[in-house]
């Protein structure tokens, strides 16, 4: 029943080992997001996929990479992770770009840089 | 650029309190505001949202006002329960960035019903 699922939920990874963290939806929706959440922060926006269009937020750093090889599934690549990339990354998707478009989010994956 | 403020937690209210959580904001132009959930363990979810001035978004007992005149959208419910722990997160979004550019999210409030 689940619609947006994130893998793994826990992912642990080495200082500058890139890690990989996968997100796939059954809705068909248009946009997919990745959303930073640090502890006790909100939730940040780092990019998102309008179809196959990727948009980048400006302070987003370089270190932080997207894939979106089909509809269904979007892919958060971190190449060098620093001690400061450990967060929980979320994942969302939306029909269409209305500024009033819910958004339905995956559970989550908690990345810790070891 | 936009913001959004939100009082922080952790609340902790004895079961059929009232609550209110208070949440403002700054964007440019007229956002869409919401109120989204987060229980244990689970991903945020859609609780309530309002589109334009004066609406009232309402859900499971839960209400929010869009006032523009104190750029506010306050979270209330009348009587709490133990099931409503959970994390609160008001959010808008900004229609100058087009609308497919996501949400700005305050940063939570830690919602804590005793029995």
């Known amino acids: 029943d689940a619609m947006v699922i994130q893998n793994p939920r826990y992912q642990v990874t080495q200082f500058g080992k890139p890690v990989t963290l996968s997100c796939s939806q059954t809705?068909?929706?248009?946009?997919m997001y990745w959303y930073q959440q640090k502890s006790s922060q909100a939730p940040k926006l780092l990019f998102h996929?309008?179809?196959?269009?990727?948009?980048n937020e400006a302070d987003t750093p370089d270190n932080f990479q997207s894939r979106r090889p089909n509809t269904s599934f979007c892919f958060l690549d971190i190449r060098s992770p620093g001690l400061g990339d450990a967060a929980m990354y979320l994942c969302?998707?939306?029909?269409?770009?209305?500024?009033?478009?819910?958004?339905?989010f995956g559970s989550g994956t908690q990345l810790s840089v070891l | 650029g936009d913001s959004v403020t939100q009082m922080e937690g952790p609340v902790t209210l004895s079961e059929e309190a009232f609550l209110t959580i208070n949440c403002t904001y700054t964007?440019?132009?007229?956002?869409?505001l919401f109120w989204y959930v987060q229980y244990p363990g689970e991903g945020l979810q859609l609780l309530l949202k309002?589109?334009?001035?004066?609406d009232k978004g309402s859900n499971k007992g839960f209400e929010a006002t869009y006032r523009k005149e104190t750029t506010s959208f306050h979270l209330e419910k009348g009587s709490v329960q133990v099931s409503d722990s959970a994390v609160y997160f008001c959010?808008?979004?900004?229609?100058?960035?087009?609308?497919?550019?996501?949400?700005?999210f305050g940063k939570g409030t830690h919602l804590i019903i005793q029995p």
């Open positions: 969302a998707t939306s029909r269409g770009g209305g500024i009033a478009q819910k958004l339905f």
């Open positions: 809705l068909n929706h248009n946009v």
């Open positions: 996929y309008y179809d196959k269009d990727f948009n």
């Open positions: 964007a440019t132009g007229y956002p869409s």
């Open positions: 309002a589109t334009k001035a004066d």
């Open positions: 959010a808008l979004s900004d229609p100058s960035g087009g609308g497919a550019d996501g949400l700005t």
